[in-house]
């Protein structure tokens, strides 16, 4: 049973910061990599960010870039989205997210039930 569980969003003004956490469980964690998504209203769920299975590697959205860091504790089955200078358009639900191989060879994707981030002064 995968489980996903997004915390951490919140209201804060532009420039903040605030640090979002997925807490994993049902899967072995430190074999997979795991990436955040967010959504905002009336647009598309789009890749924010994605890290390696043991942190060494990350990727970030162009919008991204610069003011997310993405980072993980194996040790704690948890991710991490540290986001600083907070524009509005970062508005969005934020969403955790691990695709796992089914036994068919194709990939199921898993999702937490998303926290919400709202950037506004």
């Known amino acids: 049973q995968v489980q996903l569980v997004e915390s951490g969003g919140g209201l804060v003004q532009p420039g903040e910061s605030l640090r979002l956490s997925c807490a994993a469980s049902?899967?072995?964690?430190?074999?997979?990599?795991m990436s955040w998504y967010r959504q905002a209203p009336g647009k598309e769920r789009e890749l924010v960010a994605a890290i390696t299975s043991a942190g060494g590697t990350t990727n970030y959205a162009d919008s991204a870039k610069g003011r997310f860091t993405v980072s993980r504790d194996n040790a704690k089955n948890t991710v991490y989205l540290q986001m600083n200078s907070l524009k509005p358009e970062d508005t969005a639900v934020y969403y955790c997210n691990v695709l796992i191989r089914t036994l068919t060879g194709s990939f199921k994707a898993y999702w937490g039930q998303g926290t919400q981030v709202t950037v506004s002064s």
């Open positions: 049902g899967f072995t964690f430190s074999s997979y990599a």
